[in-house]
C-alpha cells in the first residue's frame, strides 16, 4: 500500500489500520471492513459482509510505505498532524517509526507553500519517474509483496488545464523528457505506477491520472486508475442534500459554502493556484446533481460559492458551513443551514483503506482503466469522456454493490419488487 505523501491523511490511515489489527479499535466509516450486501429477493435473507462477499486484502496483509518532501517516519508526521491523540499514538509508535519515507519527486512551482528537503534530484522529469519505479520494485521486493496499489495522499497541486502532451503516451513520455511544465510531480507517480502494473487512486483534485495518455497507458497495461479528491465532508453532505431536493422537485437559488481549516492541507490551499484546483473540484457536483438545463424553472440561477480558510487554530478540525438557499410551492423561499465540525482525516483515513482494497480486486477481477464504479469516494469522479460524471452518493452507492453482484456473477438489484405483489 502505497501512498505519495505522508502527512495527516496518510498517516491516520496507517495508524488507525494497525489499531483495527490489534484489535483496539473498530474501523468506522469504512465500507469494505463494516458494510453488507444484499444478495437475491428481500425475502431470502441473505446479507453478507462485503468482505466475506468479495474477496478483498486482509488488513493482516497490508504492508506500508510512502513518499514525503520531508523525512519525518509516519509516527514524527503523525505527531505533527496532530490528528490522533497520543493516547492512540502510543500504541502504534514503533510501528509507525518503522515506516519511512522514500524521496519525493517534487518541485515547488506545483506546490507553492511547501518548502522540502527529501526530494529526489534528476536532470528530467522522466529520470524522476524512472526512480520512483525503482522505489516500487524496491519495495515489493523487499517486502516480498504479490502486489501493490498507489493512492495519491499528497498536496494539492496548482489547477492544470489538459493540454495537447496530455493527450497520447508517445506525446507525454516526450514531454516528460524535455521538462514541460505541463507535467506535474504527481504525473510521474501515475506514470510509475502503470508502468509497474500498480493500481492508481487519485485522492486530491489533481489532473494527474486524468488524462487520455494516461487513461491508454493503463489500459494497455491492465491497470485500474481513478480520481478524483476524496469525498469527505461537505460536498459528502452536498451530495446528499442536492439530490433531495431535486427528487421532491424543490428549487435552489443558492448555495453558499465556507470552510475554516488549520492543517498543512489547509496552508497549501492558502495558495491561490492550489485553491483553484480544489474549488473547481468542489464546485462541479451541483451543477451535475441538479441538471439546470432539464429544470430550468429550479435551477437555473443557482449561485454557488465555495471558500476555504486557513485558520490554523483549528487545525485537522474542519468547520464547514453551509447556507443553501431553497425554494418551494409558489417560490417561497426557505433556508437550511449545515454546520459540520468535522475531522477531515478522520474521514479520510477509511476512504483511503476501502479504496486500496477496492482497487486491488478490480485489477484481480480483470478491470482496467477508469473505475467509475468507485466514484463513491471522490469529489470529482473520473468517468468516460463521453460521459457526464455520476455525482448522487445513494446512485453512487448502488452502483458500487450493483459492481460488486456483477463481479460475483450475483443478479443486479434494480429496487423493482413487483415479484413480491403477484
Ligand atoms: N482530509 C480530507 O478530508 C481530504 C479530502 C479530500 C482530499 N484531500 C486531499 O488529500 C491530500 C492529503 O491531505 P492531508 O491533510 O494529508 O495533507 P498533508 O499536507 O498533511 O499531507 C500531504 C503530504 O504530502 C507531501 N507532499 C507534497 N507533495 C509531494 C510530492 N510531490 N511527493 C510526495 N509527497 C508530497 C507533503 O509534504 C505532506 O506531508 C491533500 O491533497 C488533500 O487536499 C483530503
Same mark, same amino acid.
Given at each position: 500500500?502505497?501512498?505519495?505523501?505522508?502527512?495527516?491523511?496518510?498517516?491516520?490511515?496507517? @495508524?488507525?489500520? !494497525?489499531?483495527?489489527?490489534?484489535? !483496539?479499535?473498530?474501523?468506522?466509516?469504512?465500507?469494505?471492513?463494516?458494510?453488507?450486501?444484499?444478495?437475491? /429477493?428481500?425475502?431470502?435473507?441473505?446479507?453478507?459482509?462485503?468482505?466475506?462477499?468479495?474477496?478483498?486484502?486482509?488488513?493482516?496483509?497490508?504492508?506500508?510505505?510512502?513518499?514525503?518532501?520531508?523525512?519525518?517516519?509516519?509516527?514524527?508526521?503523525?505527531?505533527?498532524?496532530?490528528?490522533?491523540?497520543?493516547? +492512540?499514538?502510543? &500504541?502504534?509508535?514503533?510501528?509507525?517509526?518503522?515506516?519511512?519515507?522514500?524521496?519525493?519527486?517534487?518541485?515547488?512551482?506545483?506546490?507553492?507553500?511547501?518548502?522540502?528537503?527529501?526530494?529526489?534530484?534528476?536532470?528530467? &522529469?522522466?529520470?524522476? @519517474?524512472?526512480?520512483?519505479?525503482?522505489?516500487?520494485? +524496491?519495495?515489493?521486493?523487499?517486502?516480498?509483496?504479490?502486489?501493490?496499489?498507489?493512492?495519491?495522499?499528497?498536496?494539492? !497541486?496548482?489547477?492544470?488545464?489538459?493540454?495537447?502532451?496530455?493527450?497520447?503516451?508517445?506525446?507525454?513520455?516526450?514531454?516528460?523528457?524535455?521538462?514541460?511544465?505541463?507535467?506535474?510531480?504527481?504525473?510521474?507517480?501515475?506514470?510509475?505506477?502503470?508502468?509497474?502494473?500498480?493500481?492508481?487512486?487519485?485522492?486530491?483534485?489533481?489532473?494527474?491520472?486524468?488524462?487520455?495518455?494516461?487513461?491508454?497507458?493503463?489500459?494497455?497495461?491492465?491497470?485500474?486508475?481513478?480520481?478524483?479528491?476524496?469525498?469527505?465532508?461537505?460536498?459528502?453532505?452536498?451530495?446528499?442534500? @442536492?439530490? @433531495?431536493?431535486?427528487?421532491?422537485?424543490?428549487?435552489?437559488?443558492?448555495?453558499?459554502?465556507?470552510?475554516?481549516?488549520?492543517?498543512?492541507?489547509?496552508?497549501?490551499?492558502?495558495?491561490?493556484?492550489?485553491?483553484?484546483?480544489?474549488?473547481?473540484?468542489?464546485?462541479?457536483?451541483? !451543477?451535475?446533481?441538479?441538471?439546470?438545463? *432539464?429544470?430550468?424553472?429550479?435551477? /437555473?440561477?443557482?449561485?454557488?460559492?465555495?471558500? *476555504?480558510?486557513?485558520?490554523?487554530?483549528?487545525?485537522?478540525?474542519?468547520?464547514?458551513?453551509?447556507?443553501?438557499?431553497?425554494?418551494?410551492?409558489?417560490?417561497?423561499?426557505?433556508?437550511?443551514?449545515?454546520?459540520?465540525?468535522?475531522?477531515?482525516?478522520?474521514?479520510?483515513?477509511?476512504?483511503?483503506?476501502?479504496?486500496?482494497?477496492?482497487?486491488?480486486?478490480?485489477?484481480?477481477?480483470?478491470?482496467?482503466?477508469?473505475?467509475?464504479?468507485?466514484?463513491?469516494?471522490?469529489?470529482?469522479?473520473?468517468?468516460?469522456?463521453?460521459?457526464?460524471?455520476?455525482?448522487?452518493?445513494? *446512485?453512487?452507492?448502488?452502483?458500487?454493490?450493483?459492481?460488486?453482484?456483477?463481479?460475483?456473477?450475483?443478479?443486479?438489484?434494480?429496487?423493482?419488487?413487483?415479484?413480491?405483489?403477484?
Amino acid at each position: 500500500m502505497l501512498t505519495p505523501g505522508m502527512g495527516a491523511v496518510s498517516t491516520t490511515f496507517m @495508524a488507525g489500520v !494497525e489499531l483495527v489489527r490489534r484489535g !483496539e479499535s473498530v474501523p468506522v466509516g469504512s465500507l469494505t471492513q463494516l458494510g453488507t450486501i444484499r444478495l437475491g /429477493k428481500r425475502t431470502e435473507g441473505r446479507v453478507p459482509k462485503i468482505k466475506d462477499f468479495v474477496p478483498l486484502a486482509k488488513l493482516d496483509d497490508l504492508v506500508f510505505g510512502g513518499w514525503d518532501v520531508f523525512p519525518d517516519d509516519a509516527y514524527q508526521a503523525a505527531v505533527k498532524a496532530g490528528v490522533l491523540e497520543s493516547k +492512540d499514538l502510543d &500504541k502504534v509508535q514503533k510501528f509507525l517509526k518503522s515506516i519511512k519515507p522514500m524521496k519525493a519527486a517534487f518541485d515547488q512551482t506545483y506546490v507553492k507553500n511547501l518548502q522540502g528537503t527529501h526530494v529526489k534530484k534528476g536532470k528530467t &522529469k522522466y529520470d524522476l @519517474a524512472e526512480q520512483i519505479r525503482q522505489d516500487i520494485r +524496491d519495495f515489493k521486493k523487499k517486502n516480498k509483496l504479490d502486489r501493490l496499489v498507489m493512492v495519491w495522499c499528497a498536496s494539492t !497541486e496548482v489547477f492544470l488545464k489538459p493540454e495537447a502532451v496530455h493527450q497520447d503516451l508517445v506525446s507525454f513520455e516526450k514531454a516528460m523528457k524535455a521538462n514541460h511544465p505541463a507535467i506535474a510531480p504527481s504525473m510521474l507517480y501515475a506514470w510509475a505506477a502503470i508502468s509497474e502494473g500498480v493500481p492508481f487512486a487519485n485522492g486530491a483534485p489533481n489532473l494527474t491520472v486524468d488524462i487520455p495518455a494516461l487513461e491508454e497507458f493503463a489500459k494497455s497495461k491492465n491497470v485500474p486508475i481513478g480520481g478524483k479528491d476524496f469525498k469527505t465532508g461537505q460536498t459528502l453532505m452536498k451530495t446528499v442534500l @442536492a439530490p @433531495a431536493f431535486k427528487a421532491r422537485m424543490l428549487g435552489l437559488n443558492g448555495w453558499f459554502s465556507t470552510n475554516i481549516l488549520g492543517n498543512r492541507d489547509g496552508e497549501v490551499l492558502d495558495d491561490p493556484g492550489s485553491f483553484k484546483t480544489k474549488e473547481e473540484s468542489k464546485l462541479g457536483a451541483l !451543477e451535475y446533481i441538479l441538471q439546470p438545463s *432539464i429544470y430550468p424553472d429550479l435551477y /437555473k440561477k443557482i449561485h454557488h460559492k465555495v471558500r *476555504i480558510n486557513y485558520y490554523p487554530p483549528r487545525g485537522d478540525n474542519k468547520e464547514g458551513w453551509d447556507n443553501i438557499d431553497i425554494f418551494g410551492w409558489l417560490g417561497y423561499p426557505m433556508q437550511i443551514k449545515v454546520d459540520f465540525l468535522c475531522r477531515d482525516s478522520i474521514l479520510a483515513a477509511p476512504i483511503v483503506l476501502d479504496l486500496a482494497l477496492f482497487f486491488d480486486l478490480a485489477q484481480r477481477a480483470g478491470m482496467r482503466g477508469i473505475q467509475e464504479w468507485l466514484s463513491f469516494y471522490f469529489k470529482s469522479p473520473m468517468c468516460a469522456r463521453e460521459l457526464y460524471p455520476e455525482h448522487d452518493l445513494f *446512485i453512487q452507492s448502488m452502483k458500487l454493490k450493483n459492481t460488486l453482484r456483477w463481479i460475483k456473477g450475483e443478479d443486479l438489484i434494480t429496487h423493482l419488487g413487483a415479484e413480491y405483489y403477484d
